[in-house]
C-alpha cells in the first residue's frame, strides 16, 4: 500500500485542474504587474516595510563621529535669549567653532535680510559675521522657492552621461543669504527637505534643479568643502551603461571628492539614521562660553541649528515623528561618509517581479502536490524565508529587497490553488459516494472518499476472489406472485445476502436475475479476502436457511442457494461506455469462478471453492470432491465443499475428512471400497448435509462420462 502522503499528493495533482490553475495565477499576474509599474500605493507599503526594516536594525551611532551639531536648543535660548540672536553672537559662534578647528562649518540657519537696531539702522553685525564666515570654512544655506531669485553657487558639476536636470528635484529659484555673506562663503547649497506623501523624510537629494542650474545640498556641500573639492562629478545611467528595469534613464551615482555615492534615479540617498542622539549636540552656549573641549570639535563637520521646540523646525523619521531638521542633514553626511546610506540598485525591480513568479508557481504546487497542513508549513517557509532575505540585504548589504509582493503572490496562489483542490476533492469524493454507494459498505466508500487514489478508475490488474450465488426454488415460490411482488420476493431476498458482502468489505458487482456477483479486495484492499468471501458464503448460506424457517415461507419448495468461489488475478475498473459505465471485475478469474457456481446444483452442494482457494485458506473445513475441466479450460480444476470455518475443523471433523477424500478417489476409479466408503460417510452425521453428492456417486445409472472427473462443465 503507498504511504498516506504520497497518495494525497496524487490525488491533490490530479485534482487542481487547467481552469483552477489558470485562476490561481492572477494573484501572480497581478503582483507582478504591481511590482513592475509600483503605484503610488505599492510604493507607500514598500516604504512602509523599509521603515520597519530602520526601526529593527537602525545604523550604530559612531560616538567618534566626525559630523556635531551646534544646537540652538531651549537651553541655549533660555541663556541667551530669544531667537534670532543678534548676529554679533553669531559671529562669535563661528569664530569660536572656527578657532577649535572645525573642518567644515554649516550655518542651517539663514540670514537673508540686514539686521536692525532699535533706531532702524543697519547693524555692524552683519559685517561682523561676514567676516566670520570668510575667516572660516563655512557652507551657507539657502532654502530653494517658487518663486525665488537665481542661486548662485561655488561647486563646479562634471557630468558623465545624460543631462541630470531632467531627473532632479525642480525649483525655479532660492531665497539668497546677504551678498557680503555669500561671497566669503566656501560653499552655497539648498536646506530643503524633499518628504513623502505622509511627510516622513526617508531621503534626501544630493543635487537640485533650479531652473536649469544645479545646485547642491547643505550634506553634499559640506563634503566637498570638507575634502576640498571643487567639483561634483554627476553619472548617469547612460554614461554607466546601467537602466533600470524599465529602460528609463536617471541619476546612477555622485561622487564628492574622494567618496563616491550610489544614488536613486533622482539623485538622492536614502538615509540609514540611527536616530536623535544627545552625542552628537553640542548646546551653542557651551560653545559660547567656552566649556567645550576643542579636542571635540577639531577636525570635525559642524552643523549651526535650531533644535529648539519652539523653532518648529522638526521633521518626521522612520526612526522618529519628530527630530530636528538639522539632525538630518547631520545623518545625511554621518551616512555618506560611513558608506552606510541604504541603495535600491536598478535591478531590483526585475529580481523582485521573477521572486513574485517563483513565489507564485511554487504556491500553486505545494497546494496541488502537498497535503494541505505541509503545503500551508511549505509555503510560509517560503514567505519567511523572503523575509529573512530581504532582512540579511538590508542589515549586510544595506540594499532594499520588497517581500511584500513575492510574499503575497506566493500565499494568495497558494490559497486559491488550495480552495480549488478542496473543492474539486470535495466533488470528487461526492462522486465516488454516488458510484460506489450502491456497490459497498459505507465505511468503505467513505475511505474511497477521502483518499480516491485507492482507487484506479482506468482499471487495473489485482488480486481478487469472486462469488457467484443463484438461489434455487426461486421460480416455484414466485410463480404464483405479480410482477410487483416477484420483486419485492426478489429485493427481500438480496437485501440480506448484500450486506453481508458489505459488511466483510467486498464490493457487490451485480445482480443476475436472483443470483449476484460480488468481489473482495477492490477497489479496498482486503488483506485476507480470501477467507472474507467464504465468511460471506457461510453467511448468506445460514441466511437462506433462516428465510426457509420464517413463517412466510409458505411453498413446499424450500429455497437453496448455490456459491461458487475462485480467486486469482482480474482486471478492475470502470467498464462500459462513455454513457454508462459500471465498477466490474474481467478476467479468466471471473469466467472461472461463474462456471463453478452451475456446479453446486450437478453435484448437491451448497458452496464450492476452487482448489486456489483451498490452498489459500487450509484452515477452514473443506471436503473434495473432485477435479473437473470446466467448458473453455483445458486444466482440471480441483473443486472443494465449504463446511465450516476454523471453528468447524474439529477432530471428529478431520476423520471424517479423511475418509471422505478417501471415499472420493477411490469411487473415481470404481473400487469397490471406495463405493462402500461412500455409504458410511452418507450414514454419518456431519455427511447428513453431503447425501445428494453421494447419491450422485453411488447412483448406479450414473455414466461413467459424467463423473465428477471427467465432467466437461460451462
Known amino acids: 500500500m503507498r504511504r498516506e502522503g504520497e497518495k494525497t499528493k496524487a490525488h491533490a495533482k490530479a485534482t487542481l485542474g487547467p481552469i483552477g490553475l489558470l485562476v490561481s495565477c492572477i494573484p501572480i499576474v497581478l503582483c507582478a504587474l504591481a511590482t513592475l509599474s509600483e503605484p503610488f500605493g505599492v510604493r507607500a507599503l514598500r516604504d512602509l516595510e523599509f521603515d520597519a ?28 535669549g530669544q531667537w534670532p540672536w543678534p548676529r554679533e553672537v553669531m559671529a562669535q559662534l563661528i569664530e569660536k567653532l572656527s578657532g577649535a578647528g572645525a573642518a567644515t562649518i554649516i550655518l542651517d540657519v539663514l540670514f537673508s535680510e540686514p539686521e536692525r537696531t532699535a533706531h532702524g539702522t543697519t547693524s555692524s553685525g552683519d559685517q561682523r559675521v561676514a567676516d566670520a564666515i570668510a575667516a572660516g570654512r563655512v557652507v551657507l ?118 567618496l563616491e555615492s550610489p544614488t536613486s534615479q533622482s539623485g538622492s540617498i536614502r538615509i540609514r539614521y540611527s536616530g536623535a542622539r544627545a552625542e552628537r549636540e553640542i548646546p551653542a552656549w557651551k560653545i559660547l562660553a567656552g566649556e567645550v573641549d576643542p579636542v571635540t570639535i577639531e577636525g570635525k563637520i559642524v552643523l549651526i541649528g535650531a533644535t529648539a521646540s519652539a523653532l518648529h523646525d522638526l521633521r518626521a523619521t522612520p526612526l522618529d515623528n519628530a527630530i530636528p531638521g538639522v539632525h538630518i542633514h547631520a545623518e545625511m553626511i554621518e551616512s555618506m561618509l560611513a558608506g552606510a546610506q541604504i541603495t535600491r540598485p536598478d535591478f531590483m525591480r526585475g529580481l523582485e517581479t521573477l521572486l ?111 462469488l457467484f450465488s443463484d438461489i434455487r426454488g426461486f421460480t416455484a415460490r414466485s410463480e404464483n406472485l405479480s ?110 469462478a461463474a462456471r463453478i457456481e452451475p456446479l453446486c446444483k450437478d453435484l448437491k452442494v451448497g458452496i464450492l471453492v476452487s482448489g486456489a482457494v483451498a490452498e489459500a485458506a487450509p484452515d477452514f473445513a473443506l471436503l473434495f470432491v473432485g477435479r473437473m475441466a470446466l467448458r473453455g479450460r483445458q486444466k482440471e480444476v480441483g473443486l472443494y465443499a465449504l463446511h465450516g470455518d476454523e471453528s468447524a475443523v474439529t477432530p471428529e471433523f478431520a476423520e471424517f475428512r479423511n475418509h471422505h477424500e478417501k471415499a472420493v478417489e477411490l469411487s473415481q476409479r470404481n473400487d469397490a471400497m471406495g463405493f462402500a466408503l461412500l455409504e458410511e460417510c ?28 471427467n465432467q466437461q462443465v460451462g
Open 53 to 80: 526594516f530602520q526601526r529593527w536594525s537602525p545604523r550604530a551611532y559612531d560616538t567618534s563621529s566626525p559630523v556635531k551639531v551646534a544646537a540652538i536648543d531651549d537651553d541655549s535660548i533660555s541663556r541667551l
Open 141 to 258: 544655506g539657502m532654502p530653494l522657492a517658487d518663486p525665488g531669485a537665481e542661486p548662485e553657487v561655488k561647486a563646479g558639476f562634471a557630468i558623465a552621461g545624460d543631462t541630470p536636470q531632467a531627473f532632479l528635484p525642480r525649483f525655479s529659484g532660492a531665497i539668497l543669504p546677504l551678498k557680503s555673506m555669500r561671497d566669503g562663503a566656501l560653499g552655497l547649497s539648498a536646506m530643503n527637505f524633499i518628504p513623502d506623501r505622509d511627510l516622513v523624510v526617508r531621503e534626501l537629494p544630493t543635487i537640485f534643479n533650479v531652473s536649469g542650474r544645479l545646485v547642491p545640498s547643505i550634506a553634499a556641500e559640506a563634503l566637498r568643502v570638507a575634502q576640498d573639492a571643487s567639483t561634483f562629478v554627476i553619472r548617469s545611467s547612460t554614461a554607466s551603461g546601467e537602466t533600470d528595469f524599465a529602460y528609463q534613464p536617471g541619476v546612477i551615482a555622485i561622487k564628492i571628492g574622494a
Open 356 to 466: 513574485v513568479l517563483i513565489g507564485g508557481f511554487f504556491g500553486i504546487a505545494a497546494a496541488s502536490r502537498l497535503p494541505p497542513l505541509s503545503g500551508s508549513i511549505v509555503t510560509a517557509a517560503l514567505v519567511g524565508g523572503l523575509v529573512v532575505v530581504s532582512a540579511v540585504g538590508f542589515t549586510q548589504l544595506q540594499q532594499l529587497l520588497d517581500p511584500l509582493w513575492p510574499g503575497a503572490a506566493s500565499i494568495s496562489a497558494f490559497g486559491i490553488a488550495a480552495i480549488t483542490v478542496l473543492r474539486r476533492t470535495e466533488r470528487e469524493r461526492r462522486d465516488v459516494r454516488r458510484a460506489f454507494a450502491h456497490y459497498l459498505s459505507p465505511e468503505l466508500v467513505e475511505v474511497l472518499a477521502r483518499d480516491p487514489s485507492r482507487l484506479v478508475l482506468g482499471g487495473e490488474t489485482r488480486p481478487i476472489t469472486i
Open 483 to 592: 410482477a410487483e411482488n416477484v420483486v419485492s420476493f426478489l429485493n427481500s431476498i438480496h437485501t440480506p445476502l448484500t450486506q453481508h458482502v458489505l459488511d466483510t468489505h467486498g464490493t457487490l458487482d451485480k445482480y443476475i436475475g436472483d443470483g449476484m456477483m460480488a468481489f473482495w479486495n477492490a477497489p479496498i484492499e482486503v488483506p485476507d479476502h480470501v477467507r472474507a468471501a467464504l465468511r460471506t458464503a457461510l453467511r448468506m448460506q445460514q441466511t437462506v436457511e433462516q428465510m426457509n424457517q420464517a413463517p412466510s415461507a409458505k411453498t413446499s419448495e424450500r429455497l437453496a442457494i448455490g456459491i461458487g468461489i475462485h480467486t486469482g488475478p482480474a482486471c478492475v475498473g470502470n467498464t462500459g461506455s462513455q454513457q454508462r459505465f459500471d465498477y466490474s471485475a474481467i478476467g479468466d478469474t471471473v469466467n472461472t
Open 682 to 709: 452418507r450414514q454419518h452425521e456431519l455427511g447428513a448435509r453431503y447425501r445428494g453428492f453421494y447419491d450422485s456417486l453411488l447412483a448406479p445409472e450414473m455414466p461413467s462420462a459424467s463423473k465428477p472427473r
